[in-house]
């Protein structure tokens, strides 16, 4: 009898030492040959990412965004799609509703078998119930083309991980991003301006661990790499507080058109020796907690961050070294401005990873067959997210292939309902 036990015992111990040194062993493997779910290069060298913004719709969402983000795939063919956060919002806070509002969106990825990856908004995560963001982003790891991952749970935030591109060949990291979680609200802080004063949400930021355990895992990768430091970009969904470098402030008596930062008013405007591209509409919406993110992602040589949250801008500006590429909002349940909504085409080439080419892609620039217009233009109204509610409750008893299948139906009744 006591045999038994001890024996028992010992394999509980076994088991537990396994459990505990098994994903450490494959983690170190993942970076010498690739594993089976993965993102690399092309034979040809190239590799392209599609970076998409809150798309920050219900269980139900607008047809027009689902249409787009299908049409914009078969289009660019891209090798990797990367959510930038605010994929949810309001009634698809809780669990098996974000889950519904995730099945839409990642259907046609499924469909022209893309692999992904995310990054959390501030809207991804139940108010005031921040506990629960874990939950949400459990959900993403459902989908066989996620490449989604907790590896650092422990740090602050939900899912703060990286992702490497690998060789043609997958015997090699050429490449690297960092999918970094921003958390969702201050809430002391939120209470505290609204009751005296200043910004009405205060965000969450990046902190100190998450950026200690991104500078550990680049040394790591760096390691690996045979010294040589591997090429990155981050991906996060609030901008830095930095960009305010490069805001001008407002007069101290402005009544509107501007936004506290740091105690004071500062106005949708770039100063004049501000050197960028694309549209700044609307004051930018970062932390207010500075925390040398930026500074610490430069001297690791990471060439950009990608953020989203600020619908509609989509500038493009360096600060510190460091590109800030802002990408418009795609989707059509929250605000935004078709001269941005879209997403942002990235494209790397191992002739030269020290850099990239980028440009966005507007609706209008996908769905330019007359149906197709006819379509977005109808799946763009309020009435329109019936359309996607029926289709789900039509396939509803389908075993196989259900999320083709409610694209299916959505865009026979889409087609129906915009007279195509
Ligand atoms: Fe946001």
């Given at each position: 009898?006591?045999?038994?036990?001890?024996?028992?015992?010992?394999?509980?111990?076994?088991?537990?030492?396994l459990?505990?040194?098994?994903?450490?062993?494959?983690g170190?493997?993942?970076?010498?040959?690739?594993?089976?779910k993965?993102?690399?290069?092309?034979?040809?060298?190239?590799?392209?990412?599609?970076?998409?913004?809150?798309?920050?719709?219900?269980?139900?969402?607008r047809?027009?965004?689902?249409?787009?983000?299908?049409?914009?795939?078969?289009?660019?063919?891209?090798?990797?799609?990367?959510?930038?956060?605010?994929?949810?919002?309001?009634?698809?806070?809780?669990?098996?509703?974000?889950?519904?509002?995730?099945?839409?969106?990642?259907?046609?990825?499924?469909?022209?078998?893309?692999?992904?990856?995310?990054?959390?908004?501030?809207?991804?995560?139940?108010?005031?119930?921040?506990?629960?963001?874990?939950?949400?982003?459990?959900?993403?790891?459902?989908?066989?083309?996620?490449?989604?991952?907790?590896?650092?749970?422990?740090?602050?935030?939900?899912?703060?991980?990286?992702?490497?591109?690998?060789?043609?060949?997958?015997?090699?990291?050429?490449?690297?991003?960092?999918?970094?979680?921003?958390?969702?609200?201050?809430?002391?802080?939120?209470?505290?301006?609204?009751?005296?004063?200043?910004?009405?949400?205060?965000?969450?930021?990046?902190?100190?661990?998450?950026?200690?355990?991104?500078?550990?895992?680049?040394?790591?990768?760096?390691?690996?790499?045979?010294?040589?430091?591997?090429?990155?970009?981050?991906?996060?969904?609030?901008?830095?507080?930095?960009?305010?470098?490069?805001?001008?402030?407002?007069?101290?008596?402005?009544?509107?058109?501007?936004?506290?930062?740091?105690g004071?008013?500062?106005?949708?405007?770039?100063?004049?020796?501000?050197?960028?591209?694309?549209?700044?509409?609307?004051?930018?919406?970062?932390?207010?907690?500075?925390?040398?993110?930026?500074?610490?992602?430069?001297?690791?040589?990471?060439?950009?961050?990608?953020?989203?949250?600020?619908?509609?801008?989509?500038?493009?500006?360096?600060i510190?070294?460091?590109?800030?590429?802002?990408?418009?909002?795609?989707?059509?349940?929250?605000?935004?401005?078709?001269?941005?909504?879209?997403?942002?085409?990235?494209?790397?080439?191992?002739?030269?990873?020290?850099?990239?080419?980028?440009?966005?892609?507007?609706?209008?620039?996908?769905?330019?067959?007359?149906?197709d217009?006819a379509?977005?233009?109808?799946g763009?109204?309020?009435?329109a997210?019936?359309?996607?509610?029926?289709?789900?409750?039509?396939?509803?008893?389908?075993?196989?292939?259900?999320?083709n299948?409610?694209?299916d139906?959505m865009?026979?009744?889409?087609?129906?309902?915009?007279?195509?």
């Amino acid at each position: 009898m006591k045999s038994r036990k001890t024996f028992r015992r010992s394999m509980a111990v076994l088991m537990a030492v396994l459990a505990l040194t098994l994903p450490l062993c494959m983690g170190a493997q993942a970076f010498t040959t690739a594993p089976p779910k993965s993102v690399h290069f092309r034979a040809d060298g190239t590799f392209k990412v599609l970076h998409i913004c809150d798309t920050q719709d219900n269980q139900y969402p607008r047809p027009a965004m689902i249409l787009f983000l299908d049409r914009l795939i078969e289009q660019e063919d891209p090798d990797f799609i990367i959510f930038g956060g605010d994929q949810t919002y309001d009634t698809a806070h809780w669990s098996f509703s974000t889950k519904k509002a995730l099945d839409w969106q990642i259907a046609p990825l499924l469909k022209h078998d893309v692999p992904f990856d995310a990054v959390l908004g501030n809207h991804d995560s139940p108010s005031l119930f921040s506990v629960f963001r874990d939950i949400t982003w459990g959900n993403y790891n459902d989908y066989t083309n996620s490449l989604t991952d907790d590896p650092a749970w422990w740090l602050h935030g939900s899912g703060t991980h990286n992702t490497p591109v690998y060789s043609a060949d997958g015997s090699q990291v050429l490449y690297n991003f960092w999918l970094i979680d921003g958390g969702d609200y201050d809430y002391f802080a939120t209470i505290w301006s609204n009751i005296f004063g200043g910004n009405s949400s205060v965000y969450d930021y990046v902190h100190d661990d998450q950026i200690e355990w991104i500078k550990t895992r680049d040394r790591y990768l760096t390691d690996q790499n045979e010294g040589v430091p591997v090429p990155s970009m981050a991906v996060q969904h609030m901008i830095a507080p930095d960009i305010y470098e490069y805001l001008v402030e407002a007069p101290a008596d402005a009544e509107d058109d501007y936004r506290w930062f740091d105690g004071k008013k500062y106005l949708a405007q770039f100063k004049d020796d501000a050197v960028y591209t694309g549209l700044l509409q609307e004051t930018p919406c970062p932390p207010d907690h500075p925390n040398g993110e930026v500074a610490a992602l430069s001297e690791i040589g990471v060439k950009a961050i990608l953020t989203g949250h600020d619908h509609v801008n989509n500038f493009i500006t360096n600060i510190k070294g460091v590109d800030f590429l802002q990408t418009g909002s795609v989707g059509y349940n929250a605000y935004g401005n078709d001269n941005v909504r879209g997403c942002r085409v990235i494209e790397l080439n191992t002739a030269d990873l020290s850099t990239y080419t980028t440009r966005t892609v507007l609706y209008s620039d996908i769905l330019t067959d007359p149906a197709d217009i006819a379509m977005w233009q109808y799946g763009k109204t309020e009435e329109a997210e019936a359309i996607t509610e029926e289709a789900y409750k039509a396939t509803k008893g389908v075993k196989t292939d259900r999320l083709n299948a409610m694209l299916d139906k959505m865009y026979e009744l889409l087609a129906a309902a915009a007279g195509v």
